[in-house]
């Protein structure tokens, strides 16, 4: 028993530290987590500036406006971060439109 502990004492150990990822990434999986924490921030910060029920339905919209703009590549493996991405970008431009002005919550 103590050998195999100390057998699985590295990979744990190993596992205890993150690893870092340069964005934008190299890899398809680097560049996938890295749209994701993007997409990640704009949403938080987007659903800070809307209503709930607003929120929603933008969510609801912008998805089906990327799966539309990008249903050709459906069956890729790219189609996720297409997505992503488009989602991001979406959120980003919506949130320009808040800049500059007072709003009142």
Do not use: H
């Amino acid at each position: 028993l103590l050998l195999l502990g100390l057998l699985l004492l590295p990979s744990t150990a190993a596992r205890a530290q993150p690893t870092k990822l340069n964005c934008p990434g190299e890899t398809t999986v680097e560049m996938r987590y890295c749209s994701g924490v993007q997409l990640e921030k704009s949403t938080k910060y987007l659903n800070s500036k809307l209503p709930t029920a607003i929120y929603q339905q933008w969510q609801e919209a912008s998805k089906a406006v990327c799966a539309a703009a990008y249903a050709p590549y459906k069956d890729g493996s790219i189609y996720p971060q297409l997505l992503i991405s488009c989602n991001n970008k979406l959120n980003r431009a919506l949130l320009k439109e808040f800049k500059g002005m007072d709003q009142v919550n």
